[in-house]
């Protein structure tokens, strides 16, 4: 896996180097503290990740990001974690807080690894490990589920969020005020669905990250709709949004 680090700090890409140099499936091609000089490299070398760091004089990493064509998969890396939820939104495959734990960089890098492992060579496209069978690893931006008598399409993308209803589960979707109500259960479901994308918060809710509004101490604000945080997952979830 061909990475590069972008971060204005050199102690920041120090770290990050060093945690590289020890994992014999990466191939560091190089560490700028300037955004715009990596993007020949990117382009030569045809790099497969890239760490970068947001708050930056040059350009904000976002910014920097969203301005590449065919971007590799990218991890965020920063001290501030107000960006989280719209690092999640360009799809990132990891946001990482500073200081960077070792354990932290290893899952982030390794999920990395494992979507490279599904992805054609040099393309680029929105795929995301799953909860279940590596096989539904790439997914294709929507699902199909059975409502009634007929099986409804739709995108991940307009998955607000998901809630237990018994053997049911109601699906909340954006631009209607009525769910579809499927019978499955949140493991069969979660199967189907990029982890990276949604996340059990509560018993009885799945949310898609990229739909939150904010973030309170207790609750999650989708749309207006006030979602529990149940404390069996409040620690997985605040930490994976890096809060």
């Not at 899952?107 to 992805?119: D, L, P, T």
Request: charged share 25%.
């Amino acid at each position: 896996m061909k990475c590069i680090i972008i971060d204005d700090e050199p102690l920041a890409i120090d770290v990050l180097m060093d945690y590289c140099q020890k994992l014999d499936f990466v191939e560091l091609e190089g560490t700028f503290t300037n955004p715009l000089e990596a993007i020949s490299v990117i382009k030569e070398k045809k790099i497969d990740l890239i760490f970068c760091d947001i708050e930056m004089p040059q350009i904000n990493g976002i910014d920097f990001i969203t301005s590449l064509d065919n971007s590799p998969m990218f991890i965020f890396t920063t001290a501030y974690s107000q960006y989280a939820v719209e690092g999640f939104n360009l799809n990132a495959i990891d946001y990482l807080v500073k200081p960077i734990p070792h354990g932290r960089f290893i899952k982030a890098i390794s999920r990395a690894k494992e979507i490279m492992g599904y992805r054609k060579p040099t393309t680029y496209d929105n795929v995301f490990p799953s909860h279940g069978d590596p096989a539904a690893v790439a997914s294709p931006g929507y699902i199909f589920v059975k409502a009634e008598y007929e099986s409804v399409k739709i995108d991940l993308d307009d998955i607000e969020y998901i809630q237990g209803l018994k053997d049911y589960l109601k699906i909340h979707v954006v631009g209607t005020n009525k769910a579809i109500l499927t019978l499955m259960s949140f493991k069969d479901i979660l199967d189907r669905l990029p982890s990276h994308q949604f996340m059990r918060v509560h018993k009885s809710f799945v949310v898609n990250i990229s739909c939150i509004k904010t973030v309170q101490r207790n609750r999650i604000v989708i749309n207006d709709v006030r979602i529990p945080i149940g404390e069996s997952y409040k620690s997985g979830f605040f930490n994976t949004l890096g809060l």
